[in-house]
């Protein structure tokens, strides 16, 4: 029969196997913490080539290059990292067509978002507010469209490629009140976002 010691120092030693075999188990450290955010991101679904004959305008699909698609966005948070863009949602704007939640153009003065494909969640946030946060202000926009992160490169989404899955696109209005006021030469603003 094993001595108290001896059973005491083979627990131990088991203890210590578990913990090796599975690190994942215990560890906080920031390398798992970056492991744990790699398989949450979202990985592109394909990839959509560009049309085979160039269409004049600055953000314009490029002839024979390819875009990658995605059907997943990054998971929603308390604050949701993301790139925000800026949409005209008017008649004639970048936009496209009419905004996909309730077929309507916006004007600029509205606060509204556009949200790429996984977020938009086949519209189920559609007419929803979302608070964005930057520069230490944050302010409610009503999501009324899709940046459509699937489909690109052709007239209904105004020749320019498919969205990133990580893309809020917003009116001149929300950057405005984000007192973000060059948004048409800045383009792209670092921002946090969620649910409101």
Known sequence: MPSTSSSLLLMLALAGLLLVTFPSLCDSSPAAAAHHHHLNRCHPSGRLQGPRAGHTCGECCR??????????????????KA?????????????????????????????????????????????????IHARGRSVLAKV?????????????????PPCRPNIVDASKAVWDALGIHDAENVGEYHITWSDA
């Open 63 to 80: 002839p024979g290059h390819f875009y990658p698609t995605y059907r997943c966005s990054p998971p929603v948070t308390t604050h949701t």
């Open 83 to 131: 790139i925000m863009t800026l949409n005209d949602f008017g008649e004639g704007g970048d936009g496209g067509g009419p905004s996909e939640c309730d077929g309507e153009y916006h004007s600029n003065t509205e606060r509204v978002v556009a949200l790429s494909t996984g977020w938009y969640h086949k519209g189920k946030r559609c007419h929803k507010h979302v608070r």
């Open 144 to 160: 009324v469209d899709e940046c459509d992160s699937m489909h690109g490169c052709d007239h209904e989404h105004a020749h320019q």
